[in-house]
């Protein structure tokens, strides 16, 4: 993207995300944004030129905050499970955790924290890997857990999820899922059953008895849920 600098290079690319799938997320109405590991910004800027009167960020990493700042109206450097925060009952119309609660300890925790500053009408949006993807799967059969610098192995993810128990996560925090949608491993078409229940192989990996979903769900490594207070 011609707007990184060699400035924001520096960070890695993994702060540069600007996360468009998760973009077309936030409802258009959204005025007040809270970015929760905001990287860079870029996620951010795009809401601002999107329309989005202000976005806040909360950045662990500090050099990605200060490269925030420039993009995003206010930026919490810090982890967001405990440092201070002076937001308002109801302040944002819109929380972000885009790739953020599989890093950690206590995902939970930070969304019953942050819940109070979403506003009534408000929803969240999350980005979450699949541990239930083929890939992994694939892995464990052949007796791999092999972390890496990105991906469902991230070596930084202190989490893994499936879809129910990402939904659980949210409905044990105080929210009512709205709205899921998948990053789909294209493969999924080129061998999707034609009846079911289905049959998934993969190498030395075979599994029976799959309902539509079941089957589906083996090729999204990312869901993106949209959630609600009750």
């Known amino acids: 993207m011609s707007e ?7 960070v890695g690319e993994y ?5 468009p799938e998760v973009i077309q997320r936030v409802p258009e109405w959204a005025k007040s944004v809270l970015d929760v590991g905001c ?33 995003l109206d206010a930026v919490y450097t810090g982890d967001a499970a405990s440092i201070p925060l ?14 953020v609660l599989e890093h950690l300890v206590n995902p939970g925790g930070l969304l019953v924290r942050l819940r109070p500053y979403l506003a009534p009408h408000g929803v969240i949006v999350t980005s979450i890997p699949n541990v239930r993807y083929f890939g992994m799967l694939h892995h464990l059969v052949e007796g791999h857990w092999t972390y890496a610098d990105s991906g469902i192995l991230d070596r930084t993810h202190l989490r893994f999820f499936t879809i129910r128990e ?20 294209q493969q999924y078409y080129e061998r999707q059953p034609t ?28 869901y993106i849920l949209v959630a609600a207070l009750p």
């Open 4 to 10: 990184i600098s060699g400035t924001d290079a520096a």
């Open 15 to 19: 702060f540069l995300g600007d996360r």
């Open 39 to 71: 990287g860079a910004g870029l996620l951010g800027k795009k809401l601002k030129e999107r329309g989005v009167s202000r976005v806040t960020g909360i950045e662990l990493n500090p050099e990605a905050a200060q490269l925030a700042t420039r993009h």
């Open 86 to 99: 002076d937001f308002a009952p109801g302040e944002f119309d819109t929380i972000i955790f885009a790739d």
């Open 166 to 185: 990402m939904v659980n996560m949210l409905t044990a925090a105080g929210f009512r899922l709205t709205d899921v949608y998948e990053n789909l491993n």
């Open 195 to 222: 009846s079911y229940p289905a049959e998934f192989t993969n190498a030395r990996l075979r599994i029976t008895g799959l309902s539509d979903f079941e089957f589906r769900d083996l090729f999204v490594f990312q």
